[in-house]
């Protein structure tokens, strides 16, 4: 299906989510310059990362549109990994994907990032290497709790948008009741620096999490 939703999320940023069901040619050929970004797309066998990078593509430059119908630019990423695009060095983005589900932000100032999850017990399992000892007695034996703090972890991992953060240590949540939706409290630990930040959750199937965070503040240099 083409694009699912996009939901304003503040003024400034968008959020949109899609939900794959095309072929790699298909997603090809919605987004601009299909030939540089057949390109750009990374070298894989996999036909679902194909599907799920091509998407992203597509839904970054979908919620461009929304926010600002005269721009033009490519998506890429930096060394880190963080998408931006090229000729918009003020806007903010934040691609994920799981299954076949994609989500992403679109902002036009300050910092993003989302994140998507398929419920499944990968995360319970690996419990101990992402999660604090107070955390992991706030989870219990909740599989989509475990994934929720995953994937709230990753999401300020890519606010943060550097590399060599240690989950475990470095990004920790305040306890928290699992609801069908909410918000949490998450803690950035750095060398120099403590922040604190506002993450939101939604289930966004029976099988799928969501969440995000939007801050008007800039990146910090380095």
Request: hydrophobic content about 40%; aromatic content about 8%; glycine content about 4%.
């Amino acid at each position: 299906m083409p694009l699912h939703s996009v939901t304003p999320l503040s003024d400034h940023a968008l959020l949109g989510l899609w939900q794959l069901t095309e072929q790699p040619a298909e997603l090809l050929q919605q987004v601009p310059r299909p030939e540089l970004y057949s390109q750009l797309q990374p070298a894989t066998r996999d036909e679902n990362r194909n599907l799920q990078w091509l998407a992203g593509r597509v839904l970054a430059h979908a919620l461009l549109q929304e926010a600002n119908p005269a721009a033009r630019a490519v998506l890429r990423n930096d060394a880190n990994g963080r998408p931006f695009f090229e000729q918009l060095p003020d806007y903010a983005v934040s691609l994920s994907h799981s299954g076949e589900w994609v989500a992403g932000i679109v902002a036009t100032r300050g910092r993003v990032g989302t994140d998507i999850e398929l419920i499944r017990t990968k995360a319970q399992l690996l419990a101990a290497r992402f999660l604090s000892k107070d955390e992991l007695a706030n989870t219990g034996d909740d599989v989509a709790k475990h994934s929720l703090y995953w994937s709230a972890k990753e999401t300020l991992y890519k606010l943060h948008s550097r590399r060599g953060l240690v989950f475990k240590e470095q990004i920790q949540l305040n306890p928290f009741e699992l609801r069908e939706a909410g918000v949490l409290t998450g803690h950035l630990l750095l060398e120099n620096s403590r922040s604190q930040h506002q993450i939101h959750y939604q289930r966004l199937t029976a099988d799928y999490l969501l969440t995000y965070c939007v801050e008007d503040v800039a990146p910090p240099s380095f």
